[in-house]
Structure formats: C-alpha cells, structure tokens
C-alpha cells in the first residue's frame, strides 16, 4: 500500500475536513455533505463525472455517460454501496486536459464529490489523475496510455479499459499470429496513446515474430483529415500489414481512405480501437473485406450472460448498443461502490484497499477481469473483430467475434516489472 497517496503541493479539501475534525464548523458540514467524507458509513455518495460530452469525442463520450447513468441506477437498485442512495454530477471536460482539470476541481469542490469516474482520453486522465492524488479521491477511468499505469501511474486512479499494449495485442499480435505477412508498416497519431502503440508494436511485437520484418512508420497529427501521403508511404514500402494505430474519426476516416486507395487488395489492415460508432460511418462494405481486421475493448454481442444482459439493458433504455468503453466505465463505476460498500466509506486509502485485485462487476468479459494491484489495471479481454458482409448487418451487428482471450493479463498484458509503475 501507499499510505495515504498524497502529493506535493497543497492541503485537499478532506484532508482540511479531517484536520478539522471535532469541532462545531466540521460538524456542520459533514452534515450537508452527507457524511461521506472521513471514511464513515454515510447515507449517500456523490460521483463527479468527467465526461467529454461536446468536442471531437462527443458523441463517444454521451454513450459513456449513459452508461455511467445506467450503472448508478442499477447500482441504487441493487445496494451496491449499501443503504447510501448514489447520485452522479457531470461536467463536460471537451477532452481537453485544463478544462478536464477545472471541471474535476469543480465537481470535487463545489459538488462534493466523493469520487471522479469517466474519460477514455489518455492526456484528459493523465491530468484528472494528478488532481485526484492531490485531493485526496479515487479516479476510476479508462485510458490507453501506457503511462497511465507506468511510469505516471497514480495510488488513487483505477483504470477499466485496456490499454495500448493490450489494444494492439488483440490487432497487430492476432493477424501475425495468423501468419498473415512477413512485414510491417505503421501509420500512427502523433500524441500518447498512439506513441504507446507504435513504440509496443516497434519494439516487443514485431521482434518477438522470427521472420517478420518491421519497415517503418509515419506519424499523422491530431485531427488529420488526410491520409493520402501516409498511406502512400506505407504501400511504398512493400509491407504485409498495415497497422493504423488511429483513434474515432481518425479511424473513420483513414479507413475510407485506405479503401479509395485500393490498400485492401494487397495488404493486411488493422486498426488497434474501434466501435460501432465507427463501424456505422465506415460502412459494411469497408468492414467486410477479408484483409480489414481490428481490435475492440469490448463488443456488445459478446455471448456471455452478463455482457447480455447489460447490453439488453442499456438498449432498452437508450435505444442504441453500449461501446466497449461504456461497457469499461459500467463495470468500472459498479465496483468502485462495491468497494465503496466494503470499506464502510469513501476515504480513499480504505477504498483504494478494497479495489485492488477486486473482480469487476459485472463480469462483462467474463475471464475473471479484475484490478491489478500492482498498477491498477483491469485484466479485460481485448477482442479481435472483423466486419460482417453487408447482408447479415442489420442493427448495430457490424462486427463477429474473432478471438476473446481466455488470460489476457498472461497473453496482452505487460507484467508488472515491465510497466514502472510504483506507488
């Protein structure tokens, strides 16, 4: 353990409350925050939500918060945390790491917030985090960064999603695995998570393949909108496979591209992230081709009873099908309050206690995913896709299960020497 996860800089509003403790003031606030903040029982938790609701990924990020909404209402439902009655409060952060800062500042000042969940941006959860440690909260997230549970990793940030070395096991590792080709050519966006993917595949992927050769990559800013020139370097250089380690729009769009430019005929493609939010503006045609592979962090007709019945569920009351990094906040929100409920309070070294190697709840992956404790990771499944042909899609059904690995902490993940991370 870590004591109690501070950093430097600053006294947080609980450590003030608590350094306060006895006298009448305290007493009176305690009182209208409902008790949760010393580590007592309470009667009620508040969640801050740190969303990305307008922006680039907003459309992305309305799909999480509704799920974060559906986990609070089924958590009330169920006693996740007790007898204390859960709300959540969002604050769109625009995926942008000092509005995501300012926001989550908010939530923890001015509505109390006992934790912070929400995210999917790597940079947005990087800055989320840090603040989290400060204050003195638990931060239950999703990011792909590999530095989100390295080198940067925090006591106090649980992450429910897969990160990049594991997004890029269930693309680039499957399709050689499958003796797809002999070479590799990346096409990478230039900000964290896919200099995480790029250096994995670079460096540990690729070499551990005897015979496969690694030719090379290019980097393409952030909310490039032509891939012409990339893609024509990767083509150039004669490889195999084409990994395209690009994210939402990026996604959408080098795919569309990839297919104008005939790449399909003639290499391998996959993309480490995608969704049927993707997958819908991409279109079946893309999708289906033999040479389109892909990876997904989850998938919504994953046969196994708990994935169905949260995917039933939130169609029922959404109308449309969860993301795999809903699915990740679902479960992840769900057991922080388990945990919540476990350590008889929302004070974070006894909640950081009760979270880590704690199974997630539901197990929508269902391989006994839980929390690391050596670096806060769940032990998710990221599952390898490919489109189904266009006469079969009919809904939301764009994608069939390829591969779900039964040990992805044995099989995708890095071992706890090999991220840094150190709390």
């Known amino acids: ?69 559906l986990a609070v209402k089924h958590a009330n439902e169920d006693g996740d945390a007790g007898d204390r009655e859960i709300e959540v409060v969002f604050r769109d952060t625009q995926t942008d790491p000092q509005r995501a800062t300012q926001v989550a500042r908010e939530l923890i000042t001015q509505e109390n917030a006992d934790f912070l969940a929400g995210n999917f941006s790597s940079s947005v959860a990087l800055a989320i985090g840090e603040l989290a440690q400060r204050e003195d909260v638990i931060y239950t997230c999703v990011g792909g960064s590999n530095a989100l549970t390295g080198k940067q990793c925090r006591a106090n940030v649980f992450n429910a999603g897969n990160s990049a070395v594991m997004q890029t096991s269930g693309g680039l590792r499957y399709v050689l695995e499958q003796g797809l080709g002999e070479s590799v050519y990346e096409i990478t966006a230039d900000y964290s998570w896919g200099q995480s993917i790029q250096n994995w595949n670079e460096t540990q992927i690729v070499p551990s393949f005897d015979g496969v050769e690694y030719l090379g990559n290019t980097f393409v800013d952030f909310g490039a909108t032509d891939y012409s020139q ?30 104008d430019f005939g790449l399909f005929e003639d290499h391998v493609c996959v993309w480490p992230a995608t969704g049927i939010i ?48 809903s699915a990740s906040m679902y479960a992840g929100v769900r057991t922080t309050l388990r945990a919540i409920n476990a350590a008889d309070g929302t004070e974070a070294n006894a909640v950081r206690d009760e979270m880590e190697d704690r199974e997630l709840f539901p197990q929508l ?17 990221t599952m390898t896709v490919k489109g189904r042909p266009p ?26 020497e090999q991220t840094g991370c150190s709390f």
């Open 1 to 69: 353990m870590s004591g109690n996860g501070r950093t430097d800089g600053g006294t947080s509003r609980r450590n003030y409350l608590r350094g306060a403790a006895g006298s009448a003031t305290l007493a009176a606030i305690t009182g209208c925050l409902g008790g949760g903040l010393g580590g007592g029982g309470g009667d009620s938790v508040t969640i801050g939500g740190t969303i990305p609701t307008s922006g680039p990924y907003g459309e992305i990020g309305g799909n999480q918060k509704q799920a974060v909404e």
């Open 230 to 259: 990339a893609i024509t370097k990767a083509r150039n250089s004669g490889a195999d496979i084409i990994s395209f380690n690009l994210f939402a729009s990026n996604h959408v769009q080098s795919a569309q591209q990839a297919g």
């Open 278 to 325: 993707e997958a819908a503006q991409i279109g079946p045609q893309i999708l289906s081709h033999e040479n389109f592979y892909a990876s997904a962090p989850w998938y919504w007709q994953h046969d196994v009873s708990a994935a169905r019945e949260f995917a039933n569920s939130f169609n029922e009351e959404y109308d449309t099908r969860p993301l795999g990094f």
């Open 365 to 381: 992956w269902n391989v006994g995913e839980r929390f690391r404790a050596c670096d806060h990771r769940a032990t998710i499944a």
């Open 391 to 416: 006469e079969e899609v009919d809904g939301q059904n764009y994608y069939r299960i390829l591969e779900v690995p039964q040990d992805p902490e044995e099989t995708q993940m890095r071992t706890c």
